[in-house]
């Protein structure tokens, strides 16, 4: 199996593989309840994979708690793994979502996220989502206290707007914005949103989650009745029973490419994905080992020029049916911050 290749995480950031591993699948939101000891096996492979970016989150379930047990039975590993984790995502009394990134909610949040995982700093630490009633300036600015005190390495930034990216980086450099990316997601690259360009202009990485569409773009799920029945992507609009068929043509298309290269689709979207350029990761997560190392052979899939127009222009002729998320979850997309104080 080819070695996934280290790619820079912006302008100053480390090196890191291109292909990490998203850790949401691991907290059940697929329906799927694993043991930690399965857990662990599937942490103990990526790592002997080299997938050693590992992205958490505050709001993924029991996962920072996962990687705190695992950590303290092998702590070998740790210094193996690049570790990412998130805040900013919390709940309001009836139950609807709201992002938060006021100063003292995120050293709290900081403060109790090293403690589950049991470690002294977090490699990188994102804000899940963009707060509209707390200015930007003043997040960053906990997050540049946070660096200073050693508690975190660098700072990302998850479903940020192109503004709100630029007055975050006036405070301190951003190592990477988190956003989904996909063949059904090029959203990113279009001028009225402007992500994209603005990553490039100050050198920050794009790290794209949900890369295979929620599993979609793997060509395995063939109905929404396919998936458990506490599975949450049955509330996505993408999966409901009238759009996954018109879903379904892109993935047949990237299908069949895929078994003209001798490749899975999965392998295929994923390695389109990073040939957008050096400063693309991307970070698929499952709950088995061989979907796991399918992903990371995607490291081995080149592309010639002529396939990579061939895979976008399927891409951009698709008719993609349903938005991202949930219409009450919408508004935390491409989140534009509170107005500066004067």
């Known amino acids: ?30 329906g799927v309840s694993l043991s930690d000891e399965e ?43 690049f570790l990412a984790t998130k ?47 707390t200015p930007i300036e003043e997040t ?11 508690k975190i390495k660098h700072i990302g930034l998850c479903e940020c707007s ?6 975050a980086y006036a405070v301190h450099p951003v190592a990477a914005v988190q956003i989904e990316y996909s063949p059904f997601s090029l959203d990113i690259e279009h001028e009225n949103i402007g992500v994209l360009k603005t990553c490039r202009e100050l050198g920050v990485a794009i790290v794209c989650y949900a890369p295979l569409g929620r599993g979609l773009l793997s060509g395995k ?4 009745d396919n998936l458990e029945e506490n599975d949450y992507r049955r509330k996505f609009p993408r999966y409901s029973k009238e759009n996954f068929p018109k879903n379904l043509q892109l993935v047949d298309t990237l299908s069949s490419i895929a078994k003209k290269k001798n490749c899975t689709t999965s392998q295929l979207t994923l390695a389109w994905i990073l040939a957008q350029g050096e400063d693309f990761f991307v970070i698929p997560g499952t709950t088995k080992i061989k979907n796991l190392e399918e992903n990371v052979g995607a490291a081995g899939v080149k592309l010639s ?6 895979i976008r222009k399927a891409c951009e002729n698709a008719d993609i049916a349903g938005g991202r998320y949930a219409e009450a979850v919408d508004s935390l997309l491409y989140g534009d911050s509170a107005p500066k104080r004067t």
């Open 87 to 133: 805040f900013g995502i919390a709940f309001l009394p009836d139950g609807t979502r709201t992002a938060r990134g006021d100063a003292e909610y995120v050293h709290e949040q900081c403060n109790k996220s090293l403690q589950r995982l049991g470690l002294d700093y977090i490699d990188l630490y994102y804000a899940h989502r963009i707060d509209k009633n």
């Open 221 to 224: 799920i063939k109905s929404p």
């Open 305 to 310: 020029k002529e396939e990579e127009q061939e």
């Open 39 to 81: 857990r662990f096996k599937i942490l103990d492979r990526l790592i002997e994979l080299g997938s050693t970016y590992i992205d958490s989150s505050n709001f993924y379930g029991d996962n920072d708690d996962l990687l705190g047990k695992y950590f303290k039975k092998y702590p070998h590993q740790r210094e193996k793994v």
């Open 1 to 30: 199996m080819a070695s996934i290749p280290l790619r820079k995480l912006g302008t100053n950031g480390p090196n890191v593989p291109a292909i990490g591993f998203g850790t949401m699948g691991l907290a059940a939101f697929y």
């Open 162 to 167: 192109s503004d709100t990216l630029r007055r």
């Open 140 to 150: 960053m600015g906990a997050l540049k206290e946070l660096v200073q005190a050693g």
